[in-house]
């Protein structure tokens, strides 16, 4: 029974580290769309911050210079976004597809041209990456049976960009439904017009909203090329993007609902290598081939409306035409 305990410990402490980037990613999808923008291109901002993040950081040392420069790639590429379906009033999709495409060519030719690693990035060493925090009292509380074991594994032993994807979901709520600007986000998602008529600028609030998504998608990036990976490997956002806007969906375009879909798809993952050759009663051997499509599988399904009926915002994808 404490071996179970212990491995179910191991699994939520890596369903954590696997949900990180979704959780960043899902809560910029509510940002854009909430104000009325349909934002497919959650996986090319995550793969541009990413590779910069990593590029920056292999130049300079400097992890939290690398964070920096991955936040302002993220934006770069939210303005580029918003430039096209907000300002010339361009299909939303069509400009989100261009920016994923765009980034997953771009990365691989600068990184060919940067390093010379077919793509890839050198190495970091542990010095110019996020480590793991240990908390204060570890040891103290290894003695205290059940509890001295979940501080350990679950609580600490994590680098700060897990815990800052963690703060970020209370905050897009207390954002979204507490303050003035949420209000008025959430109003220009709905009806336009009315924000319009009260004298706020419909394309400055999509702008901010944009910008706000675009910042999260480039800590979600840092995260996994010099935090949880220690260089830039081609292609590595590896769909991340696209299962958070399902997340993003499957949650109804709240923050709570769409963090716990996002530790669904991070559980699910997680799982691929605790079941690995493990014979389950009644089923036997699950094949890892089954595993890793899983949460792939289930994104299409929310994506296509299978599971659950979405209510998205009333004005999401249309262009606002004053």
């Not at 570890?138 to 979940?150: L, R």
């Not at 699950?286 to 792939?296: D, E, F, S």
Request: charged fraction near 15%; include cysteine; charge should be positive.
């Amino acid at each position: 029974m404490a071996d179970f305990l212990y491995q179910l410990l191991l699994s939520f402490d890596a369903t954590l580290r696997i949900a990180t980037p979704l959780m960043l990613c899902a809560m910029a999808g509510i940002f854009s769309e909430r104000s009325g923008i349909v934002d497919i291109s959650l996986e090319g901002k995550l793969l541009s911050g990413a590779f910069v993040a990593a590029a920056v950081a292999a130049v300079t040392g400097s992890a939290w210079l690398g964070l920096g420069c991955a936040m302002l790639a993220g934006i770069f590429m939210s303005l580029i976004h918003g430039f096209a379906c907000i300002t010339h009033k361009g299909d939303q999709v069509v400009s989100g597809v261009a920016i994923n495409i765009l980034a997953s060519g771009l990365t691989i030719v600068l990184g060919i041209a940067l390093f010379k690693r077919g793509g890839q990035t050198p190495s970091l060493p542990r010095d110019d990456r996020f480590t793991p925090i240990e908390w204060w009292g570890v040891d103290m509380m290894d003695s205290v049976p059940v509890i001295g074991t979940i501080y350990r594994q679950l609580i600490s032993g994590h680098n700060m960009l897990v815990y800052v994807a963690l703060l970020a979901v209370p905050l897009t709520a207390f954002i979204l439904y507490r303050s003035r600007f949420g209000l008025r986000l959430r109003a220009v998602g709905e009806v336009p017009e009315a924000v319009d008529s009260a004298g706020i600028s419909v394309t400055w609030l999509r702008y901010r909203a944009l910008i706000v998504g675009g910042a999260l998608c480039g800590i979600a990036g840092a995260y996994l090329s010099i935090a949880q990976g220690g260089n830039f490997v081609r292609e590595m956002s590896a769909g991340k993007g696209y299962i958070a806007l399902a997340a993003v969906i499957f949650g109804n375009w709240k923050p709570l609902s769409a963090f716990m879909a996002c530790l669904m798809f991070g559980f699910l993952e997680a799982a691929t290598t605790r079941l690995e050759g493990v014979d389950l009663p009644l089923i036997g051997e699950v094949p890892t081939q089954l595993m890793l499509a899983m949460p792939y599988v289930l994104t299409v399904l929310l994506l296509a409306g299978f599971i659950g009926k979405p209510r998205p915002p009333a004005a999401i994808g249309k262009p606002y035409h004053k």
